[in-house]
Every structure is written in structure tokens, then in C-alpha cells.
């Protein structure tokens, strides 16, 4: 089975500033699909960005980026010039291949960012 | 389109009561899957459907039944609540296609006494 570790739980920044949440997962796959959904106070689950295992390329969102290091099973999230809307609980998730898993998610126990004016 | 529409928002039990939480998609998504979302947890995998007539079992799914008879419905019914199911609820849907994600409702509270 997978598993999604967030080891940080909570974190702040200032506005306008840099931030990176961490995110480590375990799988014996080569191809799969790795998520950082962010959830607001209004509970409300919103996909910020996505990555296929198979590119080996960064993706990118505006001011969310992604490092992706496949080797080491890492897949953290920079938000850059933080935004007081920032503030959330930030999730990673996996997803396995269609064909193994049902298109199954796995979260981690997710990061609580808090952006200060 | 509405998405993935949840119903009820809020919800209070007594022990040893049954419901049910609907969760409609009107984006034609094969895939359906429940979640609970438990503080310090993040979300669980209770149960979900790849496609209309098939439904399999989560991370946790004792205590909770799901039924896929249509594409567009997921109903998740409570059988006997207790208060360990206490929870926020989350329906989910997706294309089933990995790098789609999954499009979310907007949850039900669920308070279980």
C-alpha cells in the first residue's frame, strides 16, 4: 500500500514572501500521479497542482511550483509571493496507475499554512 | 455545470441511527470515490465506484454501505452510527484518468452523540 507523509503540520510565512511545504511518499510504481490539494476555512477541496511521474519536468501553476524528485520519492510545493488567500490546509495525494488502483487517492495528514500580513 | 453536489451540509445523530449522505455529479465522471476527513488524519478512503454496478472498499469502510446505480449517484448510508463517525464527509469524482484529479463536494459535518 502507499503512504503520504506531510512532516510538517503547521507553518507560516509572511506575505509576499516564499514558502515550501514537504511531501515524501512510498510506492513501488513507476508511473503514477502526485496532487497538492489546498482546503481553505470554508472546507471547500481545491486541486492547486498536479504532476505525472512519467515527465520528468516541473509543473507549474502560476505562483505554485513543484519539486519533484522521483528517485528520492519527494514532492514538495513553493508558493511564492504568498498571498493572504494562501492560508489553508495544504494536502498531497497519490494516485496510483488506473489499471493497479482504481484511481485511487492516498492523502498525507496535510500542512496548515498561515500567511501573516 | 453544479459539479459534485453534497447533501446534507450539517448533520446531528444519536448513537445507533441510520441515514444516508447523498453525493450527485452531473460531469459524467466514471469514478466516485467517500471520504472522511478526521483532525490530524487527513482524508480516508471509505469506499468507491469505477463506474455504474461496481463498487469496492477503502481504507475504512466498516459501518458504512455504498450502492453505484446510476453514473451520476453515490450514496453513502450510515448503518448504525456511532460516535467514532464523527466526521467531515467528502464525495469525490474524477474522469478516472490519473492526471485529472478528482473534482470534490463541498463536504457534510456529521456529529454522531
Known amino acids: 500500500a502507499q503512504t503520504v507523509t506531510q512532516s510538517q503540520p503547521e507553518m507560516s510565512v509572511q506575505e509576499a514572501e516564499t514558502v515550501t511545504l514537504s511531501c515524501t511518499y512510498d510506492t513501488s510504481e513507476n508511473n503514477y500521479y502526485l496532487f497538492w490539494y489546498k482546503q481553505p476555512p470554508s472546507r471547500q477541496m481545491i486541486l492547486v497542482i498536479r504532476?505525472?511521474?512519467?515527465?520528468?519536468q516541473n509543473a507549474t501553476e502560476n505562483r505554485f511550483s513543484v519539486n519533484f524528485q522521483k528517485a528520492a520519492k519527494s514532492f514538495s510545493l513553493k508558493i511564492s509571493d504568498s498571498q493572504l488567500g494562501d492560508t489553508a490546509m495544504y494536502f498531497c495525494?497519490?494516485?496510483?496507475?488506473?489499471?493497479?488502483?482504481?484511481?485511487?487517492?492516498?492523502f498525507g495528514e496535510g500542512t496548515q499554512l498561515t500567511v501573516n500580513p | 455545470n453544479a459539479g459534485v453536489t453534497q447533501t446534507p451540509k450539517f448533520q446531528v445523530l444519536k448513537t445507533g441511527q441510520s441515514m444516508t449522505l447523498q453525493c450527485a455529479q452531473d460531469m459524467n465522471h466514471e469514478y466516485m470515490s467517500w471520504y472522511r476527513q478526521d483532525p490530524g488524519m487527513g482524508l480516508r478512503l471509505i469506499h468507491y465506484?469505477?463506474?455504474?454496478?461496481?463498487?469496492d472498499q477503502g481504507e475504512v469502510p466498516n459501518g458504512y454501505n455504498v450502492s453505484r446505480s446510476t453514473t451520476e449517484d453515490f450514496p453513502l448510508r450510515l448503518l448504525s452510527a456511532a460516535p467514532s463517525q464523527t466526521s467531515v464527509y467528502f464525495c469525490?469524482?474524477?474522469?478516472?484518468?490519473?492526471?485529472?484529479?478528482?473534482?470534490f463536494g463541498s463536504g457534510t459535518r456529521l456529529t454522531v452523540v
Open positions: 504532476q505525472e511521474a512519467y515527465k520528468q
Open positions: 495525494a497519490f494516485m496510483p496507475p488506473q489499471e493497479t488502483s482504481g484511481s485511487r487517492l492516498t
Open positions: 469525490a469524482s474524477s474522469r478516472g484518468l490519473g492526471n485529472y484529479g478528482y473534482t
Open positions: 465506484s469505477v463506474g455504474a454496478g461496481i463498487t
